[in-house]
């Protein structure tokens, strides 16, 4: 607990959490501090989380630090939660989860404040989030934007699980689909959200999405604005399943 550093020299390494990594049954609170430059050939640059450790991260910085996976954070079945104004910026990795990625049915990662960004990462999947199973929250006024994916899901990539999502998904860019948002066979919730200028090389700038039957996928009072794709689908793609939309204002997508 309290300002904290973890920056590092720009040497990589080859393991899991080149900056820190937080065993299991394990808690830590980062206040402020900056988590910065780290770099492994493995997962976790940031900050590597194993199986039910909690991590809370409240107006922390993670930026520029570099993984195959999870460049920012990696976690595997833990529970991150950012708070005040943390910002997740500019982290690059080889593979997938630019910003952050969340693996296993334990897995989860909330941005539960209002000024929580996730901007800027780039990565082959989930340049923002990548999500393998686990829970993805997005409050009000929470935003991950401008993250850059070089196959799917600019903003977020999700595969089973729930996504939660009342905040904003703005110019993030997918080189295949799911400019916003990319996901199968997961749980969407969509209230109050917004989806905003998002683009795709191929279909649904905004939302892509592909899920079973059973499977809920809900849009209720949201906005899904100025979403451009190159071939199908400027605002949503609905590939699979079922989708409600109500109350919802889908306009000037291309």
């Known amino acids: 607990t309290g300002n904290r550093t973890a ?42 989380a194993r199986k039910d450790a909690v991590i809370v991260l409240d107006g922390t910085t993670v930026r520029g630090n570099h993984a195959a996976g999870g460049a920012g954070i990696f976690a595997a079945g833990a529970q991150v939660t950012a708070e005040g104004t943390t910002s997740i910026a500019g982290n690059q990795a080889g593979g997938d989860g630019g910003g952050v990625t969340v693996t296993g049915a334990t897995g989860s990662v909330s941005l539960a404040a209002s000024s929580v960004r996730v901007t800027g ?10 999500a393998m199973s686990g829970t993805v929250v997005v409050a009000p006024g929470a935003t991950v934007a401008e993250n850059e994916a070089s196959s799917t899901g600019g903003g977020i990539w999700a595969q089973g699980g729930d996504v939660l999502m009342d905040g904003t998904l703005r110019a993030n860019t997918a080189g295949s689909s799911g400019g916003g948002l990319y996901e199968t ?13 998002n683009r795709a090389g191929q279909g649904g700038a905004g939302l892509r999405l592909s899920a079973v039957l059973g499977t809920t996928q809900s849009i209720t009072d949201a906005t899904i604005r100025g979403n451009v794709a190159e071939q199908d689908g400027g605002g949503i793609s609905l590939e699979h399943g079922a989708l409600t939309l109500t109350g919802t204002i889908v306009e000037k997508n291309a």
């Not at 020299?9 to 988590?35: N, P």
């Not at 990462?121 to 990548?130: D, V």
């Not at 066979?185 to 200028?197: F, R, Y």
Request: aromatic share 4%; hydrophobic share 30%; proline share 0%.
């Open 121 to 130: 990462n780039t990565a082959s999947n989930g340049a923002g989030i990548y």
């Open 185 to 197: 066979n997961t749980d969407v919730t969509i209230l109050g959200g917004k989806v905003l200028a």
């Open 7 to 48: 920056k590092g020299d720009g040497t990589a390494t080859s393991g899991l959490g080149a900056g820190m990594e937080v065993l299991g049954g394990t808690k830590l609170r980062f206040e402020g501090g900056l988590i910065a430059g780290n770099r492994t050939n493995g997962s976790g640059g940031g900050i590597y």
